[in-house]
């Protein structure tokens, strides 16, 4: 059993920053790909970034937050980052990360179904 615990999230103005962490216990990450998903009310969860455990560290992007938000891991510290940089009202949602295990070499995944644990989420709301 993976367990995930995010925090760093908060309430800050249109074109701030934020960085939310994510530690992980239980077991150690560097053999799950990890993820950061986002749920606004009223709309469905979507997945905002990924990052390979191989490869040194693949990353993919939404195209909503491609070139303003960057996904980081610290094997070693067992934790995973979500910097947040030019944030807009629409980024406004609970944020959770999550870990898929995965033996392919630079796997990672953009889908929630594809992922085995999940975080209980940290709320981020970018007033204008």
């Known amino acids: 059993q993976v367990q995930l615990v995010e925090s760093g999230g908060g309430l800050v103005q249109a074109g701030g920053s934020l960085r939310l962490s994510c530690a992980a216990s239980?077991?150690?990450?560097?053999?799950?790909?990890m993820g950061w998903f986002r749920q606004a009310p009223g709309k469905e969860r979507e997945f905002v970034a990924t990052i390979s455990w191989s490869g040194g560290g693949i990353t993919y992007y939404a195209d909503s937050v491609k070139g303003r938000f960057t996904i980081a891991r610290d094997n070693a510290k067992n934790t995973v980052y979500l910097q947040m940089n030019g944030l807009k009202p629409e980024d406004t949602a609970v944020y959770y990360c999550?870990?898929?295990?995965?033996?392919?070499?630079?796997?990672?995944?953009?889908?929630?179904?594809?992922?085995?644990?999940w975080g209980q989420g940290t709320q981020v709301t970018v007033s204008s």
């Open positions: 239980g077991r150690t990450i560097s053999s799950y790909a």
């Open positions: 999550a870990a898929l295990y995965c033996s392919g070499y630079g796997c990672y995944g953009r889908y929630d179904y594809e992922y085995d644990y």
